[in-house]
């Protein structure tokens, strides 16, 4: 279960790092 667990949070991790970047690039672009 800890590796299951472990492996969700890293994914939900790099979920938010890309979302964050994306919304810093875009906000570059229109801004």
Same mark, same amino acid.
């Given at each position: 279960?800890?590796?299951? %667990? =472990?492996?969700? %949070?890293? &994914? $939900? %991790?790099? $979920? *938010? &790092?890309?979302?964050?970047? *994306? =919304?810093? *690039?875009?906000?570059?672009?229109? %801004?």
């Amino acid at each position: 279960e800890e590796v299951s %667990i =472990n492996r969700t %949070i890293r &994914l $939900a %991790i790099a $979920a *938010l &790092l890309m979302f964050w970047v *994306l =919304n810093h *690039l875009l906000f570059k672009v229109f %801004i």
